[in-house]
Nanobody
Framework: QVQLVESGGGLVQPGGSLRLSCAAS????????MLWYRQAPGKQRELVAA???????NYSDSVKGRFTISRDVAKNTVYLQMNMLKPEDTAVYYC??????WGQGTQVTVSS
């Protein structure tokens, strides 16, 4: 059974930081690229960050320089460190394994 469970979302002020976690089970990071998507109400799901099977990272232009994706193989966990948050970052954030498996999402709200 593949399971992805996101955590770490919440309400933060603009300019603040938040770290999301994705606890993975039933998958190997050597086989699956790990991805973070987000979806705001009424908008399409957007890929924001990815880490490949070999550890290469990629980011969307909207978050580049502010977000960092990383993984801890020993803990089977993927992280998304989000800094300098903006109101437009408000969305449900989803962890995905190679776009084949999805977590339930965690809400991030950036507001004063």
């Amino acid at each position: 059974q593949v399971q992805l469970v996101e955590s770490g979302g919440g309400l933060v002020q603009p300019g603040g930081s938040l770290r999301l976690s994705c606890a993975a089970s039933g998958i190997s990071f050597s086989i699956y690229a790990m991805l973070w998507y987000r979806q705001a109400p009424g908008k399409q799901r957007e890929l924001v960050a990815a880490i490949t099977r070999i550890g290469t990272t990629n980011y969307s232009d909207s978050v580049k320089g502010r977000f960092t994706i990383s993984r801890d193989v020993a803990k089977n966990t993927v992280y998304l460190q989000m800094n300098m948050l903006k109101p437009e970052d408000t969305a449900v954030y989803y962890c995905s394994a190679n776009s084949n498996y999805w977590g339930q999402g965690t809400q991030v709200t950036v507001s004063s």
